[in-house]
């Protein structure tokens, strides 16, 4: 069982930065950040295996977002840079047990209840 905490949510104007958090009880083979805006699909944004620190990105936001993790604090890391009017959405933290990890809600088995990111122009 894998319990997930997410923080560092709010309003930030175009061109500003953000970084979410995302505390983890129990052991996670990866984890991964998603968002979801209004009316559409839940898409994948970033990825982390916490053992080797190996990450992984969606197209759409290399560049400008970084996922990090600090073993010590059970914690994940997203720094949002560069943010734009199209990342608002609610940004969920998630986890898997075992190896398969990849992009896709499917692949994951536990959820954070989500903080909210809006971004203005």
């Known amino acids: 069982q894998v319990r997930l905490k997410e923080s560092g949510g709010g309003s930030v104007q175009a061109g500003g930065s953000l970084r979410l958090s995302c505390e983890a009880t129990?052991?996670?083979?990866?984890m991964a950040w998603f968002r979801q805006a209004p009316g559409k699909e839940r898409e994948g944004v970033a990825g982390?295996?916490?053992?080797?620190?190996?990450?992984y990105y969606a197209d759409s936001v290399k560049g400008r977002f970084t996922i990090s993790r600090d073993n010590a604090k059970n914690t994940v890391y997203l720094q949002m840079s560069s943010l734009n009017p199209e990342d608002t959405a609610m940004y969920y933290c998630?986890?898997?047990?075992?190896?398969?990890?990849?992009?896709?809600?499917?692949?994951?088995?536990?959820w954070g209840q989500g903080t909210q990111v809006t971004v203005s122009s």
């Open positions: 998630a986890a898997r047990a075992v190896s398969g990890c990849r992009l896709r809600p499917d692949a994951y088995d536990y």
């Open positions: 129990g052991y996670a083979y990866c």
């Open positions: 982390i295996y916490p053992g080797s620190g190996n990450t």
